[in-house]
């Protein structure tokens, strides 16, 4: 079809190492690109192998992990949202009402910020995790990881919960085992850390609803349930008019106290050097910053 479809896919060959939510997930993204302004055309191209016939074959269970709840409802997999105007909150209220209801009753609920590359957006997610009040994990790229911005928000600074060593927390097998989230809520681009992908892998089934301006997947894992077309901000917007009860206060306490006693191992590796070390220098320099300064390593 040349350049003339609006998405194209090539699905591996089928085997039972490939996870059957990956095929449900590209058949979604090709819906929404096909039905979407303005809609066309997709191809998926199925490959098989030979011989082509119908005798029985044993195959494990393991690739229908996470399809529990795709199965017993008539939903599907990932569902696709688009907002696309300033007013895009009252415009999509019918299908932002299932979002909205899902991050309602979360009771072990985790926002994470992925790549974001505005002020506006750097903003709007600050006044998303103050009205949530869920642990935040903010990526080495999200802009968030210094929190300069928070100069602004001094008297509800101690409400905001950065697990900010959450990717060397999960080096531990018990803290991996237990750190399992009912809801997550990412704004932003791909999350760089590979061992908190992988927990957001191990979290499945749980509620992934991911938020960004473009239609493309960021979706290795095949998890995401919730895929929302939106900028940051208008995404935000309509959050900030709902009401978010509190999540249970067990799971806040045990990330930040984690996240304490990672921080106070950390530093005091660091700062038991005797002599200059890069570890050092950049464990430093970072509180010497202020807002709109920025480091480069």
């Known amino acids: 079809f040349g350049s003339f479809v ?32 303005p809609c066309g055309p997709v191809h998926i191209n199925c ?7 119908n005798s029985l074959r044993k195959w494990t269970l393991s690739c229908l992990k996470g399809l529990d709840f795709w199965i017993s409802s008539a939903e599907p997999f990932t569902n696709y949202i688009q907002m696309q105007h300033s007013y895009a909150c009252n415009v999509a209220q019918g299908q932002m009402a ?7 009753r979360a009771n072990r609920g985790l926002l994470l910020i992925g790549a ?13 995790a103050k009205h949530l009040l869920w642990p935040v994990v903010a990526d080495v790229l999200s802009g968030l990881r210094l929190r300069k911005y928070l100069t ?14 959450l990717d060397h927390s999960l080096l531990s097998n018990s803290v991996r085992t237990w750190a399992q989230a ?16 992988q927990m957001l892998e191990d979290c499945s ?33 309509c959050l900030l008019k709902a009401l978010i009860p509190p ?16 921080a106070w191992e950390i530093s005091f590796l660091v700062l038991s050097e005797y002599y200059l070390t890069e570890p050092y220098v950049a464990h430093v320099i970072p509180d010497a910053l202020h807002c709109g300064s920025a480091i480069f390593v």
């Open 6 to 37: 609006r998405f194209f896919y090539g699905l591996p060959a089928p085997t039972d190492d490939i996870p059957a939510r990956m095929v449900l997930t590209t058949i979604d993204s090709a819906v929404y690109w096909a039905t979407s302004s």
């Open 47 to 53: 490959p098989f192998r030979e011989p082509l016939d």
């Open 98 to 104: 299932e979002v909205l209801n899902v991050i309602q």
């Open 116 to 128: 974001i590359h505005t002020e506006d957006d750097i903003w709007a997610a600050l006044f998303l």
């Open 152 to 165: 602004s928000f001094s008297e509800f600074e101690e409400k905001f919960l950065f697990v900010d060593h």
């Open 182 to 197: 009912d809801v997550i809520v990412q704004i932003g681009s791909r999350i760089t850390s590979k061992r908190i992908s």
């Open 205 to 237: 089934p749980c509620s992934y609803i991911m938020v960004d301006k473009h239609p493309s997947r960021h979706d290795s894992s095949h998890i995401v349930t919730h895929r929302i077309q939106s900028t940051i901000t208008q995404f935000v917007d």
């Open 247 to 262: 999540i249970s206060s067990k799971w806040s306490c045990f990330l930040q106290a984690l996240d304490m006693m990672v």
